[in-house]
């Protein structure tokens, strides 16, 4: 079992939709969860970034993390065309130091269609 | 403030060639990543420098990939000799600190081996 699994989709939504991204892991002494975006031929950008459980809200993005279930999720709400990449989940044991280093998830792919 | 810069963009060469990535991190950042990302997969790290100073590279094949980060600033990365299995995005990523996240990307340098 991968340590952090993620949907590769694609997934295909319209203007204005409300998108639900996922990630379950396996390793429960994951403290630390981000979300990156990665523009086609681009370095990934962090989004979100949450520690432990609960909630987060940034404008149009909410992170959720359910460590009981060892899932977490990116909502976008009012999606645009200029969301549309590459949205990459991770998380690392510790805030820093080798613990800290990040474990990303394959990544779902996200097209927001006009 | 510069990004995470990263020369060439591109790179073909033949299997058994060697090569070599330049990466010049944010200015003052102390931690400096490699991050390797196949198509299809989510980044995974290779090598975590702090200053000059090597954190992490349980994850480097060390037969055939080496790293450095002379004067805490600059990275190489060399791959001698590449397999057709080393075709992926090199990433590289700095922080200002090693328990100071985010991690900052550059755009990567996509290798082909033929």
């Known amino acids: 079992q991968k340590e952090v699994e993620q949907d590769p989709g694609p997934l295909s939504v319209p203007e204005g939709a409300i998108v639900s991204l996922n990630c379950t892991y396996s390793?429960?002494?994951?403290?630390?969860f981000m979300w990156y975006r990665q523009y086609s031929r681009k370095g990934p950008e962090l989004l979100m970034y949450?520690?432990?459980?609960g909630n987060k809200e940034d404008g149009r993005f909410t992170a959720q993390v359910d460590k009981s279930s060892k899932y977490i999720s990116l909502f976008i709400r009012d999606s645009q065309p200029s969301d549309s990449a590459t949205y990459l989940c991770?998380?690392?044991?510790?805030?820093?130091?080798?613990?800290?280093?990040?474990?990303f998830g394959k990544g779902t792919k996200l097209s927001v269609k006009p | 403030e510069a990004g995470v810069a990263q020369s060439p963009r591109y790179k073909i060469i033949e299997k058994r060639q060697s090569v070599a990535f330049w990466c010049n991190p944010i200015?003052?950042?102390?931690?400096l990543y490699w991050y390797q990302q196949i198509l299809g997969q989510g980044p995974k790290l290779l090598i975590q420098?702090?200053?000059?100073?090597?954190?992490?590279d349980s994850q480097l094949p060390k037969d055939r990939f080496s790293a450095e980060r002379l004067k805490g600033v600059d990275s190489t990365l060399k791959i001698q000799p590449a397999k057709l299995e080393d075709s992926a995005v090199y990433l590289c990523?700095?922080?200002?600190?090693?328990?100071?996240?985010?991690?900052?990307f550059g755009d990567g340098t996509r290798l082909s081996i033929l």
């Open positions: 420098f702090q200053n000059n100073g090597v954190v992490d």
């Open positions: 949450t520690y432990s459980s």
């Open positions: 990523a700095s922080s200002k600190d090693i328990l100071n996240q985010p991690q900052h």
């Open positions: 200015s003052g950042h102390a931690t």
């Open positions: 991770a998380m690392s044991r510790s805030y820093g130091g080798s613990q800290g280093n990040l474990i």
């Open positions: 390793n429960s002494a994951f403290q630390y």
